[in-house]
């Protein structure tokens, strides 16, 4: 079965940034849509960014702040995080896309904190 494991989280002041990363086991990497979410306390789980081989999507809040990458190589997905707001505080979860199928991570904390 697939597994996701991410990394890269931690406590970070306003303004400040971050890089996520997100390492996939098994072999259908390169045939999947793959993006991060996130969640906070009391808040619905919410899609923050996502990728193919030849397109991204953002959510408006994180448009001109954060930046989605993969590398096929080493089956990696990361979320570079620029410009944090304390907003921007949750778990951070990856998500591997494949026919009907989901795959998640166990998630990584990300605190915007002064």
């Known amino acids: 079965q697939v597994q996701l494991v991410e990394s890269g989280g931690g406590l970070v002041q306003p303004g400040g940034s971050l890089t996520l990363s997100c390492a996939a086991s098994?072999?259908?990497?390169?045939?999947?849509?793959m993006g991060w979410y996130r969640q906070a306390p009391g808040k619905e789980r919410e899609l923050v960014a996502s990728?193919?081989?030849?397109?991204?999507n953002y959510a408006d809040f994180v448009k001109g702040r954060f930046t989605i990458s993969r590398d096929n190589a080493k089956k990696t997905v990361y979320l570079q995080m620029n410009s944090l707001k304390p907003e921007d505080t949750a778990v951070y979860y990856c998500?591997?896309?494949?026919?009907?199928?989901?795959?998640w991570g166990q998630g990584t904390q990300v605190t915007v904190s002064s």
């Open positions: 998500n591997l896309h494949f026919v009907t199928i989901d795959y």
């Open positions: 098994g072999s259908i990497f390169r045939s999947t849509v």
């Open positions: 990728i193919t081989w030849g397109r991204t």
